[in-house]
C-alpha cells in the first residue's frame, strides 16, 4: 500500500509488509508520459502501411476482434516486427545507460566500445559458416561477452572509468568490425546478402523465437534494475563513499556490466547493431528526468519509442523501398544527438 503521511516531499512510500520504497513521483510522472507516447507510437506502427487503419481498428485486431482481414494484417504481418523493434530499442537504451553510469561518460555506450560490432561479427561468422537459425543469435551473444572482457582487460588498473575504457572499446571494435568486412569479402554474394541486415540493423523477417527470448530477457534485466535502482544510484560517487554506504563496489560494477552485455547482446542477435539508440535514449530519459538520478525505466521507455518511430520512417517514407532501421537511426539521430549535447551545460555531463 501507499503511504503518504510518511513520505518525504515529492516521493511516496510503497510498502509491502516489513519493506518499505520511495517512488519518486517526477519518475511516475515522466514514466506515463513516455508510456503514453509508446502506445501512440506502436499503435501508428501497427497502423500504417501498405494498407492503412484506423487507430480503432488496430486496437480491435490487436485483441482479435472486428475484420479478419485486419487481424491478419497485424498480428501476422506486422506485429511481430513491432515486438522486435520495441525489445530491441529498449534493450539498447538501457545498456547504454548501464554504462554509461559504470563508466561515468556519457560516451559510453555498447556501440562505442565495440560491444556491437564484436557481437555483429560473431554473428555474421555463423551465417556464413552455418545455416542453424538459432546460432547467429547464440554467437551475437558470445561476441557482446568477449568485447566487454578484451575492453576490461586492455584498460588496465582504470577498469570502466574514464577513457582508457573508452578508447579500449573502440579498438577492439574496429578490429571487429574489420573481420565482419574480411569474412563479408569472402564469401558468395547470396551469403553475404543473408548477412547484410546483420551489418546495418534491420527488423524485417526477424525470428520469432529470437524475440521472444529477448523480450523474456528484457522483462528480467528490467526487474532486476527495479530491485537494484537504489544500489545503482551509488555508481556514480566514489569507491569511499559506496563503500561508506555498505556496498560493495566490484559487486555493482559485475552486476551492472553483465546486465549491459546481456542487454546488447540479445538486441544485436535480433536487429543487429543499430547505431545511436544506447546514446539518445538516456539522454532523453535524463532531460525528463532533469538530471537527476539514473532514469533506467525512463531509458528503456524512450529508447522502444525510437526504435518504433525509426523503423516507421524507414518502412513508410520511400515506400515501398525500405530503408533499414539502423541507417535512420544514424541519419536522424545524429543531428539530434548533437543539438542535445550542446545545449547541455558541462556539469550535466556524467
Given at each position: 500500500m501507499?503511504?503518504k ?13 516489513s519493506?518499505?520504497?520511495l ?5 511516475i ?21 501498405t494498407?492503412?487503419?484506423t ?12 475484420d ?7 498480428q ?8 522486435a523493434?520495441?525489445?530491441?530499442g529498449?534493450?539498447f537504451s538501457l ?30 561468422s555463423?551465417v556464413?559458416?552455418?545455416t ?9 551473444l558470445?561476441?557482446a ?6 575492453a ?10 574514464g577513457?582508457?575504457f573508452?578508447i ?15 569474412m563479408l569479402s569472402?564469401?558468395?554474394i547470396?551469403?553475404?546478402?543473408a548477412a547484410y541486415?546483420?551489418t546495418v ?12 527470448v529477448l523480450g523474456?530477457?528484457l ?10 535502482t ?9 569507491d569511499?563513499v559506496?563503500?561508506g554506504?555498505?556496498s560493495?563496489?566490484?559487486?555493482l560494477?559485475l552486476i ?22 544506447a ?9 525528463f ?12 521507455l524512450?529508447g ?8 516507421l520512417l ?6 515501398p523501398i ?12 545524429g ?5 542535445i549535447?550542446v ?8
Amino acid at each position: 500500500m501507499i503511504n503518504k503521511t510518511l513520505s518525504p516531499d515529492g516521493y511516496l512510500r510503497l510498502s509491502l509488509g516489513s519493506y518499505s520504497y520511495l517512488i519518486e513521483k517526477n519518475a511516475i510522472a515522466r514514466n506515463l508520459f513516455l508510456s503514453g507516447l509508446l502506445i501512440l507510437a506502436c499503435i501508428a506502427s501497427l497502423g500504417i502501411g501498405t494498407l492503412t487503419l484506423t487507430p480503432w481498428s488496430v486496437i480491435q485486431a490487436v485483441f482479435g476482434l472486428g475484420d479478419s482481414m485486419n487481424q491478419f494484417v497485424v498480428q501476422e504481418l506486422r506485429l511481430q516486427r513491432l515486438l522486435a523493434g520495441l525489445y530491441t530499442g529498449a534493450a539498447f537504451s538501457l545498456a547504454g545507460c548501464l554504462m554509461q553510469t559504470l563508466a561515468r561518460n556519457r560516451l559510453a555506450t555498447p556501440g562505442i566500445i565495440g560491444i556491437d560490432n564484436a557481437a555483429m561479427a560473431f554473428a555474421v561468422s555463423s551465417v556464413v559458416s552455418t545455416t542453424i537459425s538459432m546460432a547467429p543469435s547464440a554467437m551475437a551473444l558470445i561476441g557482446a561477452a568477449t568485447a566487454t572482457a578484451l575492453a576490461f582487460g586492455l584498460s588496465g588498473s582504470s577498469g570502466t572509468r574514464g577513457y582508457r575504457f573508452i578508447i579500449a572499446g573502440i579498438g577492439v571494435g574496429a578490429i571487429a568490425g574489420a573481420i565482419t568486412q574480411l569474412m563479408l569479402s569472402q564469401v558468395a554474394i547470396d551469403v553475404a546478402n543473408a548477412a547484410y541486415p546483420w551489418t546495418v540493423g534491420s527488423l524485417s523477417a526477424r525470428s520469432s523465437l529470437m524475440v521472444s527470448v529477448l523480450g523474456v530477457g528484457l522483462l528480467i534485466c528490467l526487474i532486476s534494475c527495479l530491485l537494484l535502482t537504489h544500489v545503482f544510484g551509488l555508481l556514480p560517487f566514489s569507491d569511499a563513499v559506496v563503500i561508506g554506504f555498505g556496498s560493495s563496489m566490484k559487486r555493482l560494477r559485475l552486476i551492472a556490466l553483465i546486465l549491459s552485455v546481456v542487454l546488447t547482446g540479445l538486441a544485436v542477435s535480433v536487429a543487429g547493431p543499430v547505431g545511436l539508440v544506447a546514446l539518445i535514449g538516456p539522454e532523453i530519459a535524463r532531460f525528463f528526468a532533469r538530471y537527476r538520478g539514473i532514469p533506467l525505466i525512463s531509458s528503456a521507455l524512450a529508447g522502444g519509442l525510437i526504435m518504433v518511430i525509426a523503423d516507421l520512417l524507414g518502412r513508410t517514407v520511400l515506400s515501398p523501398i525500405e530503408i533499414p532501421v539502423g541507417i535512420v537511426t544514424s541519419i536522424v539521430g545524429g543531428p539530434y544527438l548533437i543539438w542535445i549535447l550542446v545545449r547541455q551545460r558541462s556539469t550535466h555531463s556524467l
